[in-house]
């Protein structure tokens, strides 16, 4: 089916619809046939109705002309979606009621007065303009609700052309929101997608022979014939491709009217307003670019810091931005530097705002940079009718549902990315938890990862099907199914991954993949296999620090309070603090690294002698010792007040862990903290301990992804380890400060 056919096909409705208005007496002034929706725009599929509309002066009666000219159509055998009304209750009704008011920007003359057809559009035009800022948030809530009901056509099992996201109904939303003279959209790419669409419905309705919209599975070897593809794999990607193309346009349509109508339009040529988000990425309307500090080529991971902030602030990833970085930007060294790592981590777990970002990731060629093994699984149909969505959608959902998870596990950075390679194996004829073993095993490698992490997300990948598999088909209270786990299993940190990526993989799949009763059978293999294993829940306390550092000359005569050192580190620089112990110097020196805006990857605290030691391993490559002195020195005199100038916790996210763990330690108590990482985390820690009069023997800061994983050795000032009610005060206080 091609555009000439549907419009040979439309003029043929036309003809029958000008016969019929002549045959019934139709004037030329005062009444008109008009043409309405689809049969407006021209786009009539074989078993389309012809929507059309007797439109009359407000004081002109037509008599009995409007049943004259339905007969002959009805007699013809078309489908008739009919009505009569003057220009004043199509504009009253237009105002009224969204849907009409759309309809009527297709509105197209068939027979009778010219100058009433057109009058009306022009009026109706005139009126969705001057009424769109009032209008669109109502048309933005039925688009949601429409895409809540029915899915995206992209990604669903059973896509419906018109009414899911992406499909055509999408595509004429877009075309009104041209019309407000708002917003704009890639013309050229919006038509080439229609079309197609189009076409398909056209071949839909004659593989069928009714006015059928839903694609079933049965229908696609057909439609694979018809527009001359291989299989009905290849037609399924020929129509989502499409249909993610338009829903990706719509998306970024919408998030541009939100803008407009947050914010109104600047008169003038102003140069956009930039807010600083990361190294040479900004904000600016709602979208994540560049602010043309760094150039491109000179930065390869702008790609991720750019796409991970947009992820993680729920902003627009701008298009451009993408295919310029794709274009200018080179290539990730392999292996991955760590900031590569923790970008790709924390964009992962970055929850829903991931699948807007990935999208235009998808959209611009920027995944191929990232991971070129995508396209095994893109817009790969799934088998299984378990399934909601397709392959790629599903690994998507999988590390929305994962982050959510990332409290529970103590490497939240493993988890997410064996969320992302799980399904990575599908497409082939061997059995895809096989196959992607060693294809992500090479992903992970890539990425940097050290050879025993590697070493779990392949067990992850190779295994995630097998606790659901044991748990609803073997007999758990048997030891030989918990065996069989722990054979294969081996490690407590890899079953307590595994869990959480069972459960994420489940509900991602659909609601009904995870019911009660499954999870509570799997529930119990795991504890029963961790029992096995002789696991202890919770996260391994670190090893207390011992290093000895040499002591600064201005330290060791008391001509200097403070000792600040900055070395270059791998991707960064290493900061080493030292001075005097006493009650709260850590806080102070994560108050005053925060204030700087400085992004702390992981650091280590000790007591050497009569010293408090700190060492801070950095993103920012280009530190000045003497700055952050100054800036240390400042918070240590009561100069400057860090809990004022620091922004309060962001508690939209996951609430924190706090846990004491009194099996760490012998001489102190451990106190572990799991938050989400952001400026501030551990000032606010710290000073909660210190307020209570508390010493930190020793501190092991890590950040993993999106999640700190912090541990601290408290003591009594003078004294040993907490009692009790001390170590509940110290968690209690913690928790306060993060909430």
């Given at each position: 089916?091609?555009?000439?056919?549907?419009?040979?096909?439309?003029?043929?409705?036309?003809?029958?619809?000008?016969?019929?208005?002549?045959?019934?007496?139709?004037?030329?002034?005062?009444?008109?046939?008009?043409?309405?929706?689809?049969?407006?725009?021209?786009?009539?599929?074989?078993?389309?109705?012809?929507?059309?509309?007797?439109?009359?002066?407000?004081?002109?009666?037509?008599?009995?002309?409007?049943?004259?000219?339905?007969?002959?159509?009805?007699?013809?055998?078309?489908?008739?979606?009919?009505?009569?009304?003057?220009?004043?209750?199509?504009?009253?009704?237009?105002?009224?009621?969204?849907?009409?008011?759309?309809?009527?920007?297709?509105?197209?003359?068939?027979?009778?007065?010219?100058?009433?057809?057109?009058?009306?559009?022009?009026?109706?035009?005139?009126?969705?303009?001057?009424?769109?800022?009032?209008?669109?948030?109502?048309?933005?809530?039925?688009?949601?609700?429409?895409?809540?009901?029915?899915?995206?056509?992209?990604?669903?099992?059973?896509?419906?052309?018109?009414?899911?996201?992406?499909?055509?109904?999408?595509?004429?939303?877009?075309?009104?929101?041209?019309?407000?003279?708002?917003?704009?959209?890639?013309?050229?790419?919006?038509?080439?997608?229609?079309?197609?669409?189009?076409?398909?419905?056209?071949?839909?309705?004659?593989?069928?022979?009714?006015?059928?919209?839903?694609?079933?599975?049965?229908?696609?070897?057909?439609?694979?014939?018809?527009?001359g593809l291989a299989d009905a794999e290849a037609a399924q990607r020929h129509v989502r491709q499409h249909g993610r193309r338009i829903a990706?346009?719509?998306?970024?349509?919408?998030?541009?009217?939100?803008?407009?109508?947050?914010?109104?339009?600047?008169?003038?040529?102003?140069?956009?307003?930039?807010?600083?988000?990361?190294?040479?990425?900004?904000?600016?309307?709602?979208?994540?670019?560049?602010?043309?500090?760094?150039?491109?080529?000179?930065?390869?991971?702008?790609?991720?810091?750019?796409?991970?902030?947009?992820?993680?602030?729920?902003?627009?990833?701008?298009?451009?931005?993408?295919?310029?970085?794709?274009?200018?930007?080179?290539?990730?060294?392999?292996?991955?530097?760590?900031?590569?790592?923790?970008?790709?981590?924390?964009?992962?777990?970055?929850?829903?705002?991931?699948?807007?970002?990935?999208?235009?990731?998808?959209?611009?060629?920027?995944?191929?940079?990232?991971?070129?093994?995508?396209?095994?699984?893109?817009?790969?149909?799934?088998?299984?009718?378990?399934?909601?969505?397709?392959?790629?959608?599903?690994?998507?959902?999988?590390?929305?549902?994962?982050?959510?998870?990332?409290?529970?596990?103590?490497?939240?950075?493993?988890?997410?990315?064996?969320?992302?390679?799980?399904?990575?194996?599908?497409?082939?004829?061997?059995?895809?938890?096989?196959a992607g073993e060693p294809v992500a095993r090479g992903v992970a490698t890539r990425m940097g990862f050290v050879p025993r992490d590697v070493?779990?997300?392949?067990?992850?990948?190779?295994?995630?099907?097998?606790?659901?598999?044991?748990?609803?088909?073997?007999?758990?209270?048997?030891?030989?199914?918990?065996?069989?786990?722990?054979?294969?299993?081996?490690?407590?940190?890899?079953?307590?991954?595994?869990?959480?990526?069972?459960?994420?993989?489940?509900?991602?799949?659909?609601?009904?993949?995870?019911?009660?009763?499954?999870?509570?059978?799997?529930?119990?293999?795991?504890?029963?296999?961790?029992?096995?294993?002789?696991?202890?829940?919770?996260?391994?306390?670190?090893?207390?620090?011992?290093?000895?550092?040499?002591?600064?000359?201005?330290?060791?005569?008391?001509?200097?309070?403070?000792?600040?050192?900055?070395?270059?580190?791998?991707?960064?620089?290493?900061?080493?603090?030292?001075?005097?112990?006493?009650?709260?110097?850590?806080?102070?020196?994560?108050?005053?690294?925060?204030?700087?805006?400085?992004?702390?990857?992981?650091?280590?605290?000790?007591?050497?002698?009569?010293?408090?030691?700190?060492?801070?391993?950095?993103?920012?490559?280009?530190?000045?010792?003497?700055?952050?002195?100054?800036?240390?020195?400042?918070?240590?005199?009561?100069?400057?007040?860090?809990?004022?100038?620091?922004?309060?916790?962001?508690?939209?996210?996951?609430?924190?862990?706090?846990?004491?763990?009194?099996?760490?330690?012998?001489?102190?108590?451990?106190?572990?903290?799991?938050?989400?990482?952001?400026?501030?985390?551990?000032?606010?820690?710290?000073?909660?301990?210190?307020?209570?009069?508390?010493?930190?023997?020793?501190?092991?800061?890590?950040?993993?992804?999106?999640?700190?994983?912090?541990?601290?050795?408290?003591?009594?000032?003078?004294?040993?380890?907490?009692?009790?009610?001390?170590?509940?005060?110290?968690a209690h206080a913690v928790r306060a400060a993060l909430a």
């Amino acid at each position: 089916m091609t555009i000439a056919e549907r419009t040979e096909r439309t003029a043929a409705a036309d003809r029958l619809c000008r016969e019929a208005y002549e045959k019934a007496g139709g004037k030329d002034t005062g009444t008109a046939l008009v043409a309405v929706g689809g049969y407006g725009r021209g786009e009539l599929a074989p078993y389309s109705d012809l929507d059309v509309v007797l439109v009359h002066d407000d004081d002109l009666d037509p008599g009995e002309l409007a049943v004259a000219v339905w007969y002959p159509l009805w007699d013809s055998g078309s489908r008739l979606d009919h009505s009569v009304r003057s220009v004043s209750e199509m504009i009253d009704t237009a105002g009224a009621d969204l849907k009409v008011a759309l309809g009527l920007l297709d509105v197209r003359h068939l027979a009778g007065d010219p100058n009433l057809t057109l009058r009306l559009r022009a009026t109706a035009l005139a009126a969705w303009r001057r009424s769109a800022k009032e209008r669109l948030p109502e048309l933005a809530r039925m688009v949601r609700h429409r895409h809540e009901l029915v899915g995206e056509l992209a990604h669903v099992s059973v896509p419906d052309l018109k009414e899911a996201a992406g499909g055509l109904r999408d595509a004429s939303v877009l075309k009104a929101l041209v019309a407000t003279w708002l917003v704009d959209v890639p013309h050229v790419e919006l038509e080439r997608g229609r079309q197609a669409l189009l076409d398909v419905r056209d071949h839909l309705h004659a593989a069928t022979g009714r006015p059928a919209d839903r694609v079933g599975p049965e229908v696609w070897p057909e439609l694979a014939g018809r527009l001359g593809l291989a299989d009905a794999e290849a037609a399924q990607r020929h129509v989502r491709q499409h249909g993610r193309r338009i829903a990706h346009l719509s998306r970024m349509t919408w998030r541009r009217v939100d803008a407009v109508l947050a914010r109104p339009r600047a008169v003038g040529g102003r140069v956009p307003q930039l807010t600083p988000l990361a190294r040479g990425v900004a904000s600016s309307s709602g979208e994540v670019v560049l602010d043309g500090r760094v150039e491109p080529a000179t930065d390869p991971l702008l790609l991720l810091r750019a796409a991970t902030e947009a992820a993680e602030r729920d902003l627009v990833l701008a298009p451009a931005t993408v295919s310029r970085l794709v274009k200018e930007s080179p290539e990730l060294p392999d292996p991955w530097p760590e900031e590569a790592r923790h970008l790709m981590v924390r964009l992962l777990a970055a929850g829903p705002g991931l699948l807007a970002v990935w999208e235009t990731l998808e959209e611009t060629g920027g995944l191929d940079r990232i991971l070129p093994e995508w396209d095994r699984v893109r817009l790969l149909p799934h088998a299984s009718v378990v399934h909601r969505f397709t392959v790629d959608r599903h690994v998507v959902e999988t590390c929305v549902e994962a982050s959510r998870l990332i409290r529970r596990v103590a490497r939240p950075d493993l988890l997410m990315v064996a969320a992302l390679l799980h399904d990575i194996g599908k497409g082939g004829l061997v059995e895809h938890s096989v196959a992607g073993e060693p294809v992500a095993r090479g992903v992970a490698t890539r990425m940097g990862f050290v050879p025993r992490d590697v070493e779990v997300i392949g067990t992850l990948v190779r295994w995630h099907l097998l606790l659901p598999g044991i748990a609803t088909t073997r007999d758990i209270d048997d030891p030989v199914t918990v065996d069989e786990v722990t054979s294969k299993i081996t490690s407590p940190l890899t079953l307590e991954l595994l869990a959480a990526l069972t459960e994420a993989d489940a509900l991602a799949a659909s609601e009904k993949a995870w019911s009660s009763w499954r999870a509570g059978l799997v529930g119990t293999l795991v504890r029963r296999a961790a029992a096995s294993l002789d696991h202890t829940p919770g996260h391994a306390a670190p090893l207390e620090t011992t290093a000895q550092l040499p002591v600064p000359p201005g330290l060791l005569d008391g001509s200097e309070p403070v000792a600040v050192q900055v070395e270059p580190s791998d991707d960064g620089s290493r900061i080493t603090v030292l001075a005097p112990d006493r009650v709260g110097l850590l806080a102070d020196v994560a108050g005053a690294l925060a204030l700087h805006r400085v992004s702390v990857r992981g650091a280590r605290a000790w007591a050497q002698g009569e010293l408090g030691v700190s060492q801070w391993e950095v993103s920012d490559p280009e530190l000045d010792a003497t700055v952050l002195r100054q800036r240390l020195e400042a918070v240590v005199e009561g100069r400057v007040e860090v809990a004022a100038r620091l922004r309060k916790p962001d508690t939209r996210g996951l609430d924190p862990s706090v846990a004491v763990r009194p099996e760490a330690s012998r001489q102190a108590t451990v106190l572990e903290v799991r938050a989400a990482d952001r400026p501030g985390l551990l000032h606010h820690v710290l000073a909660a301990v210190a307020a209570l009069g508390m010493t930190v023997r020793s501190a092991h800061v890590d950040t993993l992804g999106p999640q700190a994983v912090d541990v601290f050795y408290l003591q009594e000032l003078g004294a040993g380890g907490l009692a009790d009610d001390r170590a509940a005060s110290a968690a209690h206080a913690v928790r306060a400060a993060l909430a």
